[in-house]
């Protein structure tokens, strides 16, 4: 399978934990992002890189959230002390900027539930 | 916002049916993009369409854009029970410092009853 990955794709926590998730783009692609999605609603940007840089965070993303791409290839978002307004699917998608399109590639998700 | 809201929130059709759904959108857009989503899933790409472009088709999906009117309408011709999900449009910002995210709206969920 050469699409999106993201592990784990359900965690459950407690308030007060970190949680940290990975998300494992298309091999190709250069250009990573997270976004939060609580239910009826759709996705939320959070952040997005360009190859290892972080080129825009959303106010959404409070200090209690980090996110790196290291070498430019997988990345991993971290929250931390959660609290239950983080419960939500964490969502990831990649795609390759400098195509006339460009068009995100989604990965399955990460389920957060915060009890 | 720059967010596209779609329309109606909720859509209920029998099998061999057509669905149309709405979007619309606040500001100007380089082009917009209807995914789909299943119950609990990640989201599918379905179609892109530019500003430059007025209509286009893959196989029973067919998308129209008007950017006079700042809106865009999905239409899945002969629906299938196996349509059944949430379809979202999602707009581009074209202006530099939004480059690369998406909005979204809130979708519509779409059920075709076998």
């Known amino acids: 399978d050469t699409g999106v990955s993201q592990n784990p794709r359900h965690k459950i926590t407690k308030r007060g934990q970190n949680v940290t998730f990975r998300c494992d783009p298309i091999?190709?692609?250069?250009?990573l992002y997270w976004y939060r999605q609580t239910l009826g609603q759709g996705p939320e940007f959070l952040t997005y890189f360009q190859n290892e840089a972080q080129l825009e965070k959303s106010r959404l993303l409070s200090d209690r959230f980090s996110a790196e791409r290291p070498k430019g290839s997988f990345s991993t978002l971290e929250i931390q002390r959660t609290e239950q307004g983080d419960s939500a699917m964490y969502l990831c998608?990649?795609?390759?900027?400098?195509?006339?399109?460009?068009?995100?590639?989604f990965g399955p998700g990460t389920r957060l539930t915060v009890l | 916002s720059q967010q596209g809201e779609e329309d109606p929130q909720a859509l209920s059709i029998q099998e061999g049916e057509n669905a149309t759904m709405n979007c619309s959108y606040k500001?100007?857009?380089?082009?917009l993009q209807w995914y789909r989503q299943n119950s609990g899933r990640g989201l599918v790409h379905l179609i892109l369409?530019?500003?430059?472009?007025r209509e286009k088709h893959s196989g029973r999906l067919r998308v129209t854009l008007d950017t006079s009117k700042k809106s865009s309408s999905l239409l899945i011709t002969a629906s299938r029970a196996a349509d059944t999900a949430s379809y979202f449009c999602?707009?581009?910002?074209?202006?530099?410092?939004?480059?690369?995210?998406?909005?979204f709206g809130r979708g519509t969920q779409l059920t075709v009853w076998p």
């Open positions: 998608a990649s795609s390759f900027q400098g195509r006339a399109t460009d068009t995100q590639y």
């Open positions: 999602a707009t581009d910002g074209n202006r530099g410092s939004t480059l690369g995210r998406l909005y």
């Open positions: 500001t100007s857009i380089n082009n």
């Open positions: 369409i530019r500003s430059n472009e």
């Open positions: 091999s190709e692609h250069n250009r």
